[in-house]
């Protein structure tokens, strides 16, 4: 695991909360930073009486954070009894005692069946790359039968059964889990809004980069705009133009919540394509439903970079009538006929002789490792964002 800078300064005077978000802000505003999207919500064997520890990388720095709980696609509401966040040390102990969250005052909150709870300012300093992990506990009663999922957590996540051990700096460990819930994102403070939402699918979500090392291409751009912040809205299986169960609503229906909606949101990269592409849809058709999300990012004052799809040759959906697609809906988006603010080239950053450059090759001919994730990164012109 690459080191990371953290820090924990004094505790300061809370804020006021502000909500929402606004491409034209220009005062003090809340920055996604952290979490994922959830894309569907199965269901449980109830959970009950447990602790859910979650860890999350931050783009952005701030003395003040606060924390969003979802019941997205569930049909139940949940009742936290407590929700708790500090600085990872290692595995699920904290660097020092978590601090409590609380909900309009209260500790305790009932997040409503597909809505949204939004914490009270948390006095926690961090600056950007630092781990945080997130503590949600589930009274007895609660019994939790279906809640929101974000498939890959890319780290290890931690649950203990029978107690409330969410302020516990070394929390005791009944199992690990591999997947996000409940915590759609995390805010930063800021002195204006600053944004920068990554969406796509699993290459974007960091399949094939090393588990709990933070080196997806969304958090290498972090490392090279200081002083903004990076949200990753990646799902794995996503689609632009079609729902997909676990995968999540395609990026047309999800648009709204995982983008637009982002606080401080002012910019949007758009690398979604080719699950849609692998499942025998026209390149075409993918370009109108791509024209749409343009039109909409400036309807609501973003900017938008549209990503090149990268090369798949020896993956075993991408046929050659795939790369011929592929290919087309390439040159569409270097075209620039989109009307999006930039384009970012990723195929090219990646490829060799129609493949991915084995360097960057996970191992599956389809998404990319560490090293691929910064190449991909390094080639976004940070002018355009």
Partial sequence: MRNRLVNVLAVVAVLTALSGSSALASGPVWNAAGGSALSYAPNLGAWDNQTLRQVFDLSGGGSQIRIRLTQAYSAQSAWVGHVTVGVQLSAA????????????????????????????????????????EVSIYLPS??????????????DVEYNYVGGDVSAVQNMPITNT???????SGIDVYGT?????????????????????????????????????????????????TADQGASGLSLQNRWARDVLSQPGAVSVIDADGINDLRAGVNASVLEQAQQALVVSAHDHGLRIVLATLTPCAGETQCTP????????YNSWVRAGTAGADGVVDFYAAVNLNGSINPYYDSGDH?????????????VVDTSEI
């Fill in 192 to 240: 204006a809004a600053t944004t920068v939402v990554a969406v796509g699918d699993s290459i974007t979500d960091g399949l094939g980069t090393s588990v709990s090392t933070d080196t997806r291409w969304p958090n290498y751009l972090a490392g090279r705009v200081p002083g903004r912040t990076v949200v990753d809205q990646g799902i794995g299986g996503n689609r632009v």
């Fill in 177 to 183: 889990f591999d997947f996000n819930t409940m915590v």
């Fill in 321 to 328: 009538a795939v790369q011929t697609q592929l290919q087309l």
């Fill in 366 to 378: 389809l998404h990319l490792n560490s090293a691929g994730a910064r190449v991909m990164a390094d």
């Fill in 141 to 154: 009663g609660a019994h939790l039968s279906q809640a929101p999922r974000h498939d890959l957590a890319d």
């Fill in 93 to 132: 102990q904290t660097v020092q005692t978590p601090v409590t969250a609380t909900f309009n005052g209260s500790e305790s909150v009932t997040v409503p069946a597909g809505g949204d709870a939004v914490s009270d300012p948390v006095s926690l300093a961090v600056v950007p790359n630092t781990r945080v």
